[in-house]
């Protein structure tokens, strides 16, 4: 044991340093996502609807092995081997009524036993909790973007492959967001040479059918890059009623047809070849593999100080004007910061197993935890701080240092009293009591 009197500071002879400051943690703000978990019934659905394949009578129940896991990857601790380090703090011991947590041997073990059966089973939660979370505040239109991005593996992975477009080996997951609120509402972990509309019918498919038959009332939006002009896409969209604006990628025909679009274009830009100048159109086409002609909206702009024309062209069945397409499509880049928040802010691509199926479930439960910070943000932190990062509420709110006393009849958390946000704290916990009760 250290002696307290030896830890002194050379640079200041009056400070002294010592350990016995007495049970202090420094993520006092999981509490408020205690508070919001409990509020949307986190919890209790995981201890209805999770289970592994071991039956075995266990100190650490796989519910709340999950759970853990949840407020780890919450407060920013992506490791297994954080787990040890965590075991007695106190405020992840009492979000458990727990003298200690799991440690990384039981976490690991835990991850181990999982398979396709509980990939479904948190596919199933994520379900229900939307639901849960339309019921506090229902969107009048949801703006499905689907794209796929790259999560690196490092050594021989069940599924790993060389994905020709990123230049790396990998896994390629499909992702879909809403491009309005930031949810993500549906991935899947696919072997890395895949291309990049592989499966996405079937991928979208459950979750249009979920909001046509749970949501009848919610418009349907769909917008994607070129990869995902697929003929099979378009018909399931338009079957289901979605509108769509999808990016094709220019051939011949297209270019062929856009022709008087370029004349117009000579026409402006006659007399000025150094300033930006832009025209809109449109025109119907079927590529060979379609089967019938569909509405192609057409873009051709010259950048400022260029020659060279650039062509845009778009898929769509809805019936705005083409710039208007246009415009609708090209706001999809916010799905990049979507993708980049959640490898970023919850870890979602590490992928630490040789499995994939262990992989694929500890990717949906990122998936959990993105969404539950995300509804967290927009549903109950003060109006400054919905658009800030997972990174920065995380380092704003959650880690506040606070120290644990117990008296005859409470566990009293005292936050650290120069706390700059301690009114958004205050804020948050009065927005979550203020939640409506869910059945």
């Known amino acids: 044991m250290y002696s307290l009197s030896e830890l002194r500071s050379e640079s200041n002879s009056k400070i002294k340093i010592n ?30 609807n999770f289970q592994t394949n071991d039956k075995t009578i266990r100190i650490h129940k796989d519910n709340e092995n999950l759970l853990q896991k949840i407020y780890q990857q919450l407060a920013g601790y992506f490791a297994d081997d954080d787990s040890d380090e965590l075991t007695i703090d106190p405020i992840f011991t009492n979000l458990f009524d727990k003298d200690s947590l799991a440690s990384q041997p039981t ?19 994520l379900y229900l909790l939307r639901k849960r979370i339309y019921f506090i505040r229902k969107p009048e239109m949801v703006l ?21 477009h990123y230049s790396n080996n990998g896994y390629h997951p499909l992702l879909c967001y809403d ?14 040479n895949v291309y990049t509309s592989t499966d996405c019918c079937s991928f979208l498919k459950p979750l249009l059918m979920e909001y046509q038959e ?71 086409y079927a590529a060979l593999s379609w089967g019938q002609t569909r509405r192609i909206v057409v873009k051709v702009e010259k950048p400022a100080g260029q020659l060279v024309y650039m062509h845009t062209f778009i898929v769509t069945n809805m019936d705005m004007k083409p710039s208007e397409i246009i415009l609708f499509y090209c706001n999809r880049g ?52 919905r658009k800030l990062q997972i990174d920065t509420v995380r380092l704003k709110l959650l880690k506040i240092a606070a120290k644990m006393v117990h008296s005859a009849r409470y566990i009293t958390f005292k936050l650290c009293s120069s706390c700059p946000y301690k009114e958004a704290f205050i804020e948050t916990l009065k927005n979550i009591k203020l939640l409506p009760k869910l059945e």
Do not use: H
């Not at 408020?32 to 986190?42: R, S």
């Not at 491009?179 to 890395?192: Q, S």
């Open 19 to 48: 350990f016995d400051g007495g049970d202090l943690s420094s993520d006092a703000g999981l509490l408020l996502l205690k508070e919001f978990i409990c509020k949307i019934g986190l919890d209790k659905l995981i201890e209805q």
């Open 107 to 125: 976490m690991s073990r835990f991850f181990n036993r999982m398979d396709d059966i509980t990939l479904m089973q948190l596919d199933w939660i």
């Open 214 to 284: 749970d949501y009848p009332d919610v418009a349907l939006y769909l917008r994607g890059d070129s990869g995902f002009a697929d003929p099979d896409l378009f018909e399931l969209l338009e079957t289901n009623g979605t509108s769509y604006a999808i990016r094709l990628i220019a051939n011949d025909t297209l270019a062929k047809l856009s022709e008087s679009l370029e004349r117009e274009l000579d026409e402006i830009t006659a007399d000025n070849k150094v300033d930006y100048a832009v025209v809109y159109g449109e025109f119907r």
């Open 179 to 192: 491009g309005l609120t930031g949810d993500l509402l549906k991935a899947i972990l696919r072997p890395g």
């Open 334 to 385: 916010r799905m990049e910061n979507f993708i980049k928040e959640s490898k970023n802010g919850v870890d979602m691509g590490t992928m630490s197993s040789r499995s994939m199926a262990i992989n694929s479930n500890r990717m949906q439960i990122s998936v959990l935890v993105y969404n539950i910070f995300n509804w967290f943000r927009r549903l109950v932190l003060p109006k400054s701080m």
């Open 144 to 164: 499905l973007d689907i794209d796929s991005t790259l999560f690196n593996t490092f050594g021989k992975q069940e599924g790993e492959g060389f994905n020709y």
